[in-house]
């Protein structure tokens, strides 16, 4: 009989296997619970924090709201009263205070007792916002609020810096040399008035003025044949003596008027006695009388002043409310299909915004586009700008192209960014079309531009200070764009008839804020 024997040990291993299972199982459930309790720990943190969070970007944004509100209703202030410089404070919603105002020239010169009713501003408002927690955000906001004139002269008045010389020999609208002395090249034409109302002007040989000659200091020729098809005016004297030249008007001087070897077919005039060197030379009368009172209309300082360079920002809502803005595709790629297209509602005029560029913009037309609105490119300071038209045709004779380099608004001056420097910008090629008129802006000047294929419209350009800039060959006309561009191309287009200067104030655009 066989017996089978229990064998104890295989038993005991057994049951401590059981054991250890079970405090395994244990130790698992413990971890869970742990892991469980800590993620809900971290996920209550969580909840708790963006509570927080949420709660603090409520105070914030109402604390900044509150500024903003503070620091609109001390521009309106400032507006309804240009010597405002404080509100009060305000205890409701929207809570803002020791809100402030100063104004100036430029955001340098932020001094002046008033805001400026005949010249461009800068108005900075700093103004503090509270939310319902007290938590509080101060913000300092810089406006320009500029002033234009109706028909402002544009064209070839628009010259501002260095020693000036044609390039061309042929120059259509007045022109105003606005600071030192100026030299008429032999051989060039000027169609229209020529002014120096800081300087003097000689008359070189075969220099032709088809319009009048005025100048702050003296006017004096230099070689034969000369050529005034209207009257000479000088605060200081004026002498006339090339040999074959001519005045078609009236000769008046300040101080004294020598003519000698050149006719004037009109009246001579100054305090001194006039010296006429040979008889017949002076057709009109000879007279010792001071200068008019009128002898200059505008008087010379109103022609400076409204000649001062213009500034154009590159915010978009310094451009007009009715603005369709695109963006393009590329910094230097064909524009051509965002210049044209159906209109966003609402809008009658497009606008190219490049000022996301930071190095070269290229503004390409090609393939004969059909322009059915006016359209404006805008460039920012700090990027080149170059400029290709092609043939382009419209729905209207009278279409605009405006190509704005924006330059640096809160100074007033002409500044070309270090970084464009005195390379300047580019005009590669204008086709010669009639039925678009076309405007460059830059305070660069035009390092490049093609010898013909003339276009129309304004040349508005400041001196990058490179010698080598050149004058693009156009024939000066008025171009609009409301609110910022209103240019004539002739001093006499720009005063009333008693010789006013016709002023516009534009409403104030924000130029930067922070925080």
Excluded at 402 to 415: E, S
Excluded at 473 to 487: A, G, Q, T, Y
Aim: with cysteine; proline share 5%.
């Amino acid at each position: 009989m066989l017996v089978k024997l229990l064998q104890p040990g295989r038993a005991r291993s057994r049951k401590s296997v059981d054991s250890d299972e079970s405090g395994a199982a244990l130790v698992a459930v413990v971890v869970v619970m742990m892991v469980g309790v800590i993620a809900a720990t971290v996920i209550a943190g969580s909840v708790i924090f963006a509570m927080q969070t949420n709660v603090q970007n409520k105070a914030t944004t109402q604390a900044f709201v509150s500024a903003e509100s503070g620091r609109d209703m001390m521009l309106q202030a400032v507006i309804a009263n240009p010597c405002a410089k404080s509100i009060p404070n305000s205890s409701t919603s929207p809570m803002y205070e020791n809100v402030s105002a100063v104004f100036g020239a430029d955001v340098d010169h932020l001094t002046d007792p008033c805001l400026s009713a005949s010249a461009s501003s800068v108005i900075r408002i700093t103004a503090t916002g509270k939310a319902a927690d007290g938590s509080q955000t101060t913000i300092v906001s810089d406006y320009q609020r500029a002033v234009t004139y109706q028909r402002q002269p544009g064209g070839t008045l628009a010259y501002f810096a260095g020693q000036f010389k044609l390039t061309q020999s042929s120059y259509q609208g007045d022109l105003v040399i606005r600071t030192g002395d100026y030299t008429c090249n032999s051989d060039t034409t000027i169609d229209g008035d020529l002014w120096a109302p800081k300087g003097s002007i000689i008359l070189s040989a075969k220099c032709h003025v088809t319009g009048n000659v005025y100048a702050k200091g003296t006017i004096s020729t230099s070689g034969a044949n000369a050529f005034v098809d209207k009257n000479v005016v000088a605060e200081g004297e004026i002498k006339l003596e090339s040999t074959g030249g001519t005045v078609a008007g009236n000769a008046m001087s300040g101080t004294k008027v020598t003519v000698k070897d050149m006719l004037v077919t009109g009246n001579v005039q100054s305090p001194l006695a006039p010296e006429v060197k040979s008889a017949g030379l002076v057709s009109g009368t000879v007279t010792t009388a001071p200068l008019p009172g009128d002898a200059f209309v505008p008087d010379l300082q109103a022609v400076y002043d409204m000649t001062t360079w213009v500034d154009f920002p590159s915010t978009r809502s310094a451009w007009g409310t009715d603005v369709d803005w695109r963006t393009p595709t590329s910094c230097s790629g064909d524009a051509t299909a965002k210049a044209t297209g159906v209109l966003a509602a609402g809008t009658s005029r497009i606008g190219l915004d490049y000022t996301g560029c930071t190095s070269a913009v290229k503004i390409v037309l090609s393939g004969s586009p059909t322009l059915t609105s006016d359209v404006l490119f805008l460039v920012p300071p700090g990027a080149t700008m170059t400029v290709d038209i092609g043939t382009v045709t419209t729905d209207s004779p009278d279409r605009q192209l405006f190509f704005i380099h924006a330059d640096n608004v809160a100074n007033r001056a002409v500044t070309c960014p270090t970084a464009v420097g005195s390379g300047g910008d580019a005009l590669d090629q204008v086709a010669a079309t009639t039925n678009v008129k076309v405007m460059l802006y830059s305070p660069c000047g035009i390092k490049t531009a093609p010898k013909k294929d003339g276009f129309r419209g304004q040349y508005y350009s400041g001196d990058s200070g490179s010698t080598k800039l050149e004058q693009p060959d156009f024939s000066c006309e008025p171009m609009k764009w409301e609110p910022r561009i209103d240019l004539g191309c002739y001093l006499a287009e720009a005063p009333d008839g008693s010789g006013d200067i016709i002023t516009k104030l534009l409403p104030p655009s924000l130029l930067t804020q922070t925080e």
